[in-house]
């Protein structure tokens, strides 16, 4: 209990100091969108590669598959922006995306991507292998993602608009 009324005050003391910085605003929000194309973008890139790859029947996949191992990292600090930038726009008004249906659709959503991605993963290091099965996996996850990071960014952009 007292542990949640700390972490209240916390974030009353931080919505107060970010809605009366405009600076801190701009930066929070350039960090998230700016991780979200950054991230969304070099995944979307990575898909459409894997779906095009599959699409031609190539037998190894080779570019594809290389061109989504160099997406990791930048996928995953990408992410690690969106998530730290979003936990201070979370915290900053706190009592209304609490209450937001929008912003736990949201967050459903991240997660889901979040868990395609793992998925996509794995199956990418085990077509590298040359394990064949792996393509139909790369396939429903990489359509998957398209439609994940594109619900993801439609969802986030209607939740200041709409709530």
Known sequence: MMM??????????WGSFYSNHAAMRTTIAFAH?????AAGGASMMADREILSTYRRR?????????TVGKTHGLVLAGLAIVIASGVLLFAAD?????VSRLFWIKMALVVALMINGAVLTRAERRASSNLDYSW????????ASLALWSLTTFIGTALPNIG
């Not at 190539?58 to 594809?64: C, K, L, R």
């Not at 706190?94 to 609490?98: F, T």
């Open 58 to 66: 190539e037998q190894s996949g080779t570019v594809a598959l290389q």
């Open 94 to 98: 706190l009592d209304a995306y609490l």
């Open 4 to 13: 949640t009324a700390a972490l209240r005050d916390l974030a009353t003391t």
């Open 136 to 143: 139909e996996t790369l396939k429903w996850t990489a359509t």
């Open 33 to 37: 969108v700016g991780g979200l194309v």
